[in-house]
């Protein structure tokens, strides 16, 4: 995600593009990329297969076409939180550090709507 207000616009989504496309990049990430030809170079990344007791390109290719396009980690949406609290905030010039205890309460009010036990520290 790139935001509109970047001085560099072409210049972020070019990095994006490249940080979420290229094999060479994603070769070399921590974990199995979403993008199907990333996929294949990371696969192929001798250190990611040395990592497993056997080949996992087939679980994961065949895993990796099974993911259901709605899917979630929660019940809810946590870009609601952010879209509503976090965007209008720096655009209005305040930090994201500032910015993230607004959004650490309203995300986990979100939740507990939602009937998850959220527990501050």
Wanted: charged share 15%.
């Amino acid at each position: 995600m790139v935001s509109s207000h970047s001085a560099n616009l072409k210049a972020s989504t070019d990095l994006v593009t490249w940080l979420t496309t290229s094999d060479a990049n994603q070769a070399t990430a921590p974990t199995y990329p979403a993008y199907a030809q990333a996929a294949k170079a990371w696969l192929a990344n001798p250190a990611n297969k040395d990592y497993f007791a056997n080949d996992v390109s087939g679980p994961f290719e065949q895993a990796a076409n099974e993911v259901w396009t709605g899917w979630s980690n929660t019940r809810f949406s946590d870009s609601t939180a952010w879209s509503s609290v976090v965007l209008p905030a720096l655009t209005a010039g305040k930090s994201l550090s500032e910015t993230l205890p607004a959004w650490q309460r309203e995300i986990a009010d979100e939740a507990r709507s939602q009937g998850y036990k959220v527990v501050d520290q």
